[in-house]
């Protein structure tokens, strides 16, 4: 059996180019390995079959449930950096806000009974502001940044259930796509 080598567009021949138990690049005769080292089409990659010389050969796709997995792991991780342009995402830095959004209306709502809160009193000996005024705009803050994430757990959520309910032939990222975009497109007001 001969086999052609479009490289040299020459024939291999048995015995001096053994290549019917070829599988793979480094089996094959060194004039058949550097198909390999180019780029093949898109969709495409060069395989060795049957012991043959290299071909294209289309991309098997991975199967739906990793491919679905990786498209709703895109969409997280484009709602984590949303999140991050309204937050910082440094550890514990929304804990600390969280506590003195928390401290803060509940001052608001007591009528400023008492003390300030201490994360309320920071924020104004920080930006010289009474403690009234650091209650409302640490308030005013929080409501801004619960909106935000209102949005983009919305924008996520649904993103994730498109891709869910989509079948199994679909193409997930074209499906998940927009909603990475919409997430990438919110940006906090200056």
Not at 14 to 25: E, F, L, R, Y
Not at 56 to 68: L, S, Y
Not at 81 to 109: C, G, L, M, P
Request: proline share 7%; net charge negative.
């Amino acid at each position: 059996m001969k086999y052609y080598n479009p490289a040299t567009q020459t024939e291999a021949i048995p015995g001096i180019h053994d290549v019917t138990s070829a599988t793979k690049k480094t089996d094959m005769p060194a004039e058949a390995q550097e198909w390999f080292t180019r780029p093949a089409r898109d969709g495409y990659e060069w395989k060795c079959l049957n012991g043959k010389w290299p071909e294209e050969v289309p991309i098997e796709p991975a199967p739906a449930a990793t491919r679905r997995q990786s498209a709703c792991a895109a969409i997280d991780h484009a709602a984590g950096n949303a999140r991050s342009h309204f937050a910082t995402s440094s550890a514990f830095i929304e804990s600390e806000y969280q506590r003195a959004y928390d401290t803060a209306v509940a001052w608001i709502n007591s009528g400023y009974q008492g003390d300030a809160p201490k994360p309320v009193k920071s924020d104004a000996e920080a930006y010289g502001r009474n403690e009234q005024e650091a209650a409302q705009y640490i308030k005013a803050t929080g409501d801004y940044w619960f909106a935000a994430l209102d949005d983009i757990r919305d924008i996520r959520l649904k993103g994730k259930q498109a891709v869910k309910a989509s079948p199994d032939d679909a193409d997930f990222m074209a499906i998940a796509q927009p909603f990475i975009d919409r997430l990438e497109a919110l940006q906090p007001h200056q």
